[in-house]
């Protein structure tokens, strides 16, 4: 029980790290193509 329970915390742990990562390259592709249009 204890080692499933550690496992799923790492899992969701690193699916929020992930999906920060995700947002973050998101945002950065936004605001570069909002530059472009700008320009």
């Known amino acids: 029980m204890l080692t ?3 496992n799923n ?3 969701i742990v690193v699916t929020k790290m992930r ?3 995700w947002l973050k390259a998101y945002n950065l592709l936004n ?6 249009i700008i320009k």
């Open 9 to 11: 915390a790492n899992g």
């Open 31 to 36: 605001m570069k193509t909002k530059i472009i």
């Open 4 to 6: 499933t329970n550690s």
């Open 19 to 21: 999906c920060i990562h």
